[in-house]
């Protein structure tokens, strides 16, 4: 399984953004896709997950609302769109996937997932 992310970059604060990651190596019908992030000096946190059977998502509080994961069956490809960005969203995002079709529980915690892409730098300034 591989993963690509890809689609960081700069923007203003209120401003939006789309990551995206490309998926490989298998068919993913029954997989749990997500987004993790990492700041300088900080654990990797959960931001968004997408079970790719049934379409089932879940989000951490800090961005429910403004941020969407969503898929493209045909691409294997999951997006995460980014609006009204804030500067504490500067991180280095992470595309993760695991096996299965986690729960909420489990789906937050990043020893749930098998694999994991190269991160993508998302920088926000104010």
């Known amino acids: 399984v591989q993963l690509q992310a890809y689609g960081g970059g700069l923007v203003q604060a209120g401003g939006s953004l789309r990551l995206s990651c490309a998926a490989s190596?298998?068919?993913?019908?029954?997989?749990?896709m997500a987004w993790f992030r990492q700041a300088p000096g900080k654990e990797r946190e959960f931001v968004a997950a997408?079970?790719?059977?049934?379409?089932?998502?879940y989000y951490a509080d800090s961005v429910k609302g403004r941020f969407t994961i969503s898929r493209d069956n045909a691409k294997n490809t999951v997006y995460l769109q980014m609006n009204s960005l804030k500067p504490q969203d500067t991180a280095v995002y992470y595309c993760?996937?695991?096996?299965?079709?986690?729960?909420?529980?489990?789906?937050?915690?990043?020893?749930?997932?098998?694999?994991w892409g190269r991160g993508t730098q998302v920088t926000v300034s104010s």
């Open positions: 190596g298998r068919t993913f019908s029954s997989y749990t």
């Open positions: 993760a996937a695991a096996r299965g079709s986690l729960i909420m529980s489990t789906a937050y915690t990043k020893e749930s997932y098998d694999y």
């Open positions: 997408l079970r790719w059977s049934g379409g089932t998502t």
